[in-house]
């Protein structure tokens, strides 16, 4: 493989670390990942994994896989010497999980594109992030991880299963030499029962995973490898299996829970569930005798209603706590617990309603993506990322488009907000069919999922054989969970085809093809699961098509989008129009629409930039958004003298007044969700925006031309054990320098290290596993995560030759 120095990949494969993660002011955010006490052991399985890169097609470089007569004719005898306890895997290279190889390799230019009228085009390479993955790089497209554990003798008598979130992309799970599971999806969770093959002796176990990442799902970036957490989970033979609780709840209190249990022996058991409120406080307690058939699931119902239940809302998401537990002869022997919310939510042809409120859908499309990590985003930095979109005024998530990772799930229930949850294939093959079950056994406790996606933009979306398929999706959706609405994300055929086995209609983009819509449905509500697509690079005001970069005036957007004021004003003020998902929230690699050719790499439809620095556009969504007051003034004031500027302001003020080097250069009202402009010729010095309400000044914002970068300022937010810092570059005088581009160093001394880096340029090709990143008009990232289990205080610095550097002290 050209340019690839296989040595270099191996030694530079990333090392991440998960913990639960914490808002800086201590509430739990994210689901606790420690083990359970009492008889059910949760334990994370993600640290001391080894990884190695395979091969796709050379079995002699792929460990002997597929090479030994025996590998699928003989269980035991996979003939992959790796399974072997006495491999040497020491030139392996040490990684925690969750694990994204593909964003350690270097950028390759694998297409021969030419651009050339042709603007809009996707090119195959671009629209994954130029990464060498998949069947051109046989090289780097398979990944194997192994891990070695030893058990307890007690562990015999237990049911032992891996519970695996996510992998990219086709795996096959070896435990001590026999292939126990094979998995053929990017982004649905498994388990694996490795009870029947464990060790429980002396002799170690060893587990292999192979990853083959050659073929993808999606048209953007994904990531390769073990990119979410394993747990293993060892229960006693009568047991709950794996998301075995279903709670159904509505505002008047009333709760059924539904149990599922499992055993080994014919029985009774006592099934006890408790239900406490976010303070620990019981609010009921119920139990039944259950006779057990041996190596058959039993389900249970139960039913309760709550007195004066506390309703989960946006502003206050209030969870209630199910403790399921199976009592045997006086012994507890099982502990499973889930979570839930109780609240209303009601999609009408004229509204939106939460809890009885009407509210429009104020929404982002997210693709799992960050600078420095890849697909492998920590915990703590998915907190991080949620609290960037509710500061700005978003209430809804959409996971586009695949399953969310559980840990986000977990946070808007935490955080207040609400999710589309969407399966990866549309179809009624038994295969999609499984996966969604997965999709909806998994989230349905979930009071965060309003809405279940059955697919996104699909081909037969307006025929009568999507129709087919969608309703046989229907069918399970509503088996699974009869209270939640389904939806899917149409781009055409909209009053046709599967219109007809949809609850909620998704819209992409196209409104003005409504009208069979609203003829032959005139009671379906409609929702626009994407809008905008807007496209903005941060920190530009020109667009060029030497850098591929494209203006952050909110004036660009693709054939078939809109920009922010071409499609927020009109869903606002219609009520049949319930408001939408932007594409997207953040910039995310690969789609570099304008520029679908080298060296372009990122995205520039986000909200905010690959590393959560917002573009402007973030603070008109803020002002028409949020309760927040907001005047942002752009762009920065460093041009050629004489050049006419345009001057932009977002701001939810009543009126607001420019003023260029002390005057007036004109007040004017604010219009609802619509932006204020002057043009104004550059003259070096400062331009001042004044916002007026009742007549009287409430807030100021200026911008003033800069000199050279002197100094870094360094910013860090930290939530549990991750820290996102922010390294901004200033003059002499304090002012931001908008278009410095210094190469930034990042220095930690402490019990923590920089899992990567980052700066929101669509066209760097700079490593993002690395210490050091150049800053793009005049901002830098870096992600630094504790080490788990040492305490003590940590010093960041952030260092450029020539300036002053910026620091930051975390306490222990």
Request: glycine fraction near 8%; hydrophobic fraction near 40%.
């Amino acid at each position: 493989m050209t340019g690839l120095n296989r040595r270099h990949l191996l030694q530079g494969t990333a090392a991440l670390s998960l913990v639960p993660a914490v808002v800086a002011s201590g509430e739990s955010v994210a689901a606790p990942l420690s083990p359970d006490t009492g008889p059910r052991q949760i334990i994370r399985f993600d640290d001391n994994w080894r990884f190695a890169f395979g091969h796709a097609s050379d079995i002699a470089r792929d460990f002997g896989y597929g090479a030994y007569q025996y590998t699928h004719a003989k269980q035991g005898l996979s003939g992959v010497v790796a399974s072997e306890v006495k491999y040497d895997d020491s030139t392996w290279t040490a990684v925690q999980l969750p694990h994204d190889w593909a964003v350690d390799l270097p950028f390759v230019n694998n297409e021969t594109y030419v651009p050339g009228g042709r603007e809009y085009e996707e090119d195959e390479a671009a629209a994954h992030g130029y990464k060498p993955v998949g069947r051109k790089f046989p090289e780097t497209s398979v990944g194997w991880y192994r891990k070695v554990f030893k058990l307890d003798p007690g562990d015999e008598l237990k049911r032992l299963t891996l519970e695996f979130d996510g992998v990219f992309r086709d795996s096959t799970v070896f435990l001590n030499g026999y292939i126990i599971n094979r998995h053929e999806s990017g982004y649905t969770p498994f388990e694996v029962d490795i009870s029947n093959f464990i060790n429980t002796d002396d002799t170690p176990n060893v587990l292999l995973v192979r990853v083959d990442a050659s073929y993808g799902e999606g048209w953007f970036y994904e990531g390769a490898g073990i990119y979410r957490h394993v747990r293993m989970v060892k229960t006693n033979r009568t047991y709950v299996p794996q998301w075995g609780v279903y709670i159904k709840s509505d505002i008047s209190g009333a709760v059924d829970i539904e149990t599922r249990v499992a055993s080994d022996a014919d029985k009774t058991v006592t099934l006890v569930s408790t239900i406490t409120d976010r303070d620990g406080h019981i609010v009921a307690r119920l139990e039944t005798a259950v006779a057990l058939t041996a190596q058959t699931e039993q389900t249970i119902n139960q039913a309760t209603k709550l007195d004066r239940p506390r309703l989960w809302g946006l502003d206050d998401p209030h969870l209630y706590t199910v403790k399921t537990e199976i009592v045997e002869a006086g012994v507890v022997v099982d502990v499973f617990t889930s979570t839930f919310g109780v609240r209303e939510v009601v999609f009408k042809v004229d509204g939106f309603f939460l809890n009885g409120q009407p509210m429009k859908i104020k929404g982002t499309n997210n693709h799992q993506d960050h600078a420095g990590v890849g697909s492998a985003i920590p915990d703590a930095l998915h907190i991080w990322r949620l609290q960037q979109l509710k500061a700005m005024g978003s209430n809804a998530y959409r996971s586009s488009h695949n399953p969310a990772t559980p840990e986000v799930l977990d946070a808007c229930d935490r955080m207040g907000l609400l999710v589309i949850d969407e399966t990866r294939l549309m179809t009624s093959a038994p295969e999609g069919l499984a996966e969604l079950e997965t999709l909806v056994r998994r989230g349905r406790n979930h009071p965060s999922i309003i809405l279940w996606s059955i697919g996104n933009e699909e081909p037969q979306q307006g025929t009568a054989r999507g129709l087919k398929i969608a309703r046989d999706m229907r069918r399970v959706v509503k088996r699974l969970d009869p209270t939640r609405p389904i939806t899917a994300a149409m781009n055409n055929g909209q009053g046709f085809g599967i219109t007809a086995a949809l609850d909620v209609l998704g819209v992409n983009y196209y409104v003005t093809r409504l009208q069979p819509v609203r003829e032959k449905f005139p009671n379906l509500p409609v929702v626009a699961t994407e809008t905008a697509s807007t496209l903005c690079t941060r920190g530009e005001y020109e667009r060029s098509d030497t850098k591929l970069y494209v203006p952050a005036y909110d004036t660009t957007a693709p054939k078939w989008g809109h920009t922010a004021e071409n499609w927020w004003p009109l869903y606002n003020a219609t009520p049949n129009l319930l408001g939408g998902f932007v594409w997207t929230g953040f910039d995310y690699r690969g789609e570099p629409t304008p520029f679908n050719w080298w060296p372009s790499v990122t995205s520039h439809f986000g909200i905010m930039d690959l590393c959560g620095f917002p573009k402007d556009n973030y603070w008109y969504y803020q002002a028409w958004w949020s309760d927040k007051p907001v005047l942002h003034l752009f762009p920065h004031w460093n041009w050629d003298v004489g050049k006419v500027v345009p001057v932009w302001v977002h701001s939810n003020c009543e009126a607001v007044e420019l003023f260029v080097n002390g005057k007036s250069a004109g007040r004017k009202d604010v219009v609802k969700d619509r932006h204020l402009e002057w043009s104004i010729p550059f003259a070096p010095g400062q331009i001042t925006a004044y916002g007026y309400k009742g007549g009287k000044v409430v807030m100021k914002a200026e911008r003033r031309t800069a000199g050279e970068a002197a100094r870094v300022v360094l910013t860090a937010d930290t939530i549990d054990d991750i820290t996102v810092l922010k390294a901004e570059l200033f003059d002499a005088k304090g002012i931001a320098a908008p278009r410095a581009d210094n190469l930034i160093h990042f220095d930690v001394e402490g019990p923590a290290r920089v899992i990567g880096v980052g700066n929101g340029n669509p066209t760097s090709h700079e490593p993002d596993k690395a210490t050091y990143r150049k800053a793009f008009n005049g901002l830098a990232q870096a992600i630094v995560q504790r080490t788990a289990g040492r305490p003590g205080a940590i010093q960041i610095t952030a260092r450029s030759e020539g300036l002053i550097s910026g620091r930051v002290d975390l306490k222990a």
